[in-house]
């Protein structure tokens, strides 16, 4: 039987679901971007040992640092939505 004690603790079980589902997510795409950096650094690690494979390697460097913008910039835009969500949601921080 629902009581007025139970409904008040809803928000916060509705609030600690919301977190473990962002962290969640986060630990994906965190995985995600960090593998593709470890293929990438291993590639770069196969052309050094080619002596004219120099063209190759600056451009596996440019496919990491568009690779590492991307990451940041994911980040940065999560962090942004989690930070409205909670405004919106009246638990925003202090």
């Known amino acids: 039987m629902d009581t007025p004690e139970n409904d008040q603790f809803k928000p916060d079980k ?20 960090l593998t593709a950096n470890s293929i990438l ?27 590492c913008t991307s990451w940041f910039l994911l980040l940065t835009r999560n962090a942004a939505y989690i930070e409205y969500h909670r405004e919106r949601a009246g638990g925003a921080s202090e």
């Open 41 to 67: 650094v291993a590639i770069t690690g196969l052309l050094f040992k080619e002596a004219k494979a120099v063209v190759l390697v600056v451009l596996v460097s440019l496919v990491g640092i568009l690779v």
């Open 14 to 33: 509705t609030h600690i679901e919301m977190w473990r589902h962002y962290d969640t997510l986060r630990q994906a795409k965190n995985s995600g971007f």
